[in-house]
């Protein structure tokens, strides 16, 4: 494996590149896997297709707290403004909160029952990535 900011080869459990000093995981300079130059701000290597950007642990958010806010705050949308669904978000918080003047409850009922549906999926892996596509983490 390559240093991504400086290219030079780094041993396979390297957590920084002894030439530079970077945590592996940072730099997006160099290929990881082959160590080409990588055209600025392209996603994938041309060389060897191996995607640039490394998903870090701390981008993904967790499966569990992502579930459990689609159950017990469905209503308001909250799951999906975690996992950044930003338009399903605003859509299931608007009906919402407006079906609690509006509908006297019944259609933010009717969208906690999403939420939940959704926060249910979520735990048993039928939703598996966020409005990223970055897999949720376990
Ligand atoms: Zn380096
Ligand atoms: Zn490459």
């Not at 608007?94 to 999926?121: N, P």
Request: net charge positive; charged share 15%.
């Amino acid at each position: 494996m390559f240093c991504k900011n400086c290219g030079s080869e780094v041993s396979e459990n390297a957590a920084v590149c002894m030439k530079c000093g970077f945590s592996v995981n940072d730099g997006e300079n160099y290929c990881r896997n082959c160590g080409q130059k990588i055209t600025p701000g392209a996603a994938v290597c041309v060389n060897c297709g191996t995607a640039v950007k490394n998903i870090v642990s701390s981008e993904q958010k967790s499966r569990v707290a992502a579930g459990l806010l689609g159950i017990f705050l469905g209503a308001w949308g909250v799951h999906n403004f975690y996992l950044g669904y930003q338009n399903k978000a605003v859509i299931q918080l608007v009906v919402g909160v407006v079906g609690l003047f509006l509908t006297c409850g019944i259609a933010t009922t009717g969208i906690a029952i999403w939420g939940l549906v959704e926060g249910i999926m979520i735990l048993t892996g039928s939703i598996n990535v966020d409005g990223k596509g970055v897999p949720l983490k376990d």
